[in-house]
């Protein structure tokens, strides 16, 4: 014999059948609102098979790399904070740390539509509105570009002169690496620029 209304496992809780309820008494879900899509950025054979960086999406990759070499360093300087101030990383160290933030799986990047435009997207990157719902691919070839990119600029730039950039700020380690005359974010950088 039954003594309860529902069995336990038939009872829905009461926020949950408000809901439930709510929704059906909505025409369409949610009223007037639109309702929400997204599609994934349809890649290119470039974006999707090249090893190199895609032209279009290198002062993104330049950004990214000089936000992840200023978050690395900084990181290691606010360890070396001491009671008499601030004190300087050793060349050993920066070089190291330099090396390791070229070597993370930079796995928070990927691509995205905005507007149009396959942009690259991930920490350091947000500029201006975001929009309300996107569809990031990650994984695939951009880690590595990434890596090889951040490798380039350490090469090209030297451990020294991105760690005496980085002690000025982040905007100037960015300036160092992106925006000088043929940087990546620079309007004059040629199209026909070595691969990065």
């Known amino acids: 014999m039954l003594t309860e209304p529902f069995p336990r496992n038939m009872r829905l809780s009461l926020p949950l059948l408000l809901l439930l309820l709510g929704v059906w008494a909505i025409p369409e879900g949610f009223g007037d609102r639109a309702p929400l899509t997204a599609t994934a950025p349809q890649l290119d054979d470039?974006?999707?098979?090249?090893?190199?960086?895609?032209?279009?999406?290198?002062?993104?990759?330049?950004?990214?790399?000089?936000?992840?070499?200023?978050?690395?360093?900084?990181?290691?300087?606010?360890?070396?904070?001491?009671?008499?101030?601030?004190?300087?990383?050793?060349?050993?160290?920066?070089?190291?740390?330099?090396?390791?933030?070229?070597?993370?799986?930079?796995?928070?990047?990927?691509?995205?539509?905005?507007?149009?435009?396959?942009?690259?997207?991930?920490?350091?990157?947000?500029?201006?509105?975001?929009?309300?719902?996107?569809?990031?691919?990650?994984?695939?070839p951009w880690p590595t570009r990434l890596s090889t990119t951040c490798l380039h600029y350490l090469g090209e730039f030297g451990e020294d002169q991105i760690y005496e950039a980085h002690q000025q700020g982040q905007g100037a380690l960015k300036a160092l690496l992106c925006e000088g005359p043929w940087g990546a974010c620079s309007e004059k950088a040629p199209v026909t620029r070595a691969e990065l």
């Open 46 to 140: 470039e974006e999707k098979y090249s090893a190199h960086m895609p032209a279009h999406l290198r002062c993104d990759a330049c950004r990214a790399v000089a936000y992840q070499m200023w978050q690395h360093l900084a990181k290691a300087e606010a360890k070396l904070h001491t009671p008499q101030g601030h004190q300087e990383l050793s060349e050993s160290v920066y070089t190291d740390i330099l090396d390791r933030s070229c070597s993370q799986t930079w796995q928070d990047y990927g691509v995205r539509e905005v507007n149009k435009v396959k942009r690259l997207t991930g920490p350091g990157l947000s500029d201006g509105p975001q929009p309300s719902v996107s569809v990031m691919i990650t994984g695939g």
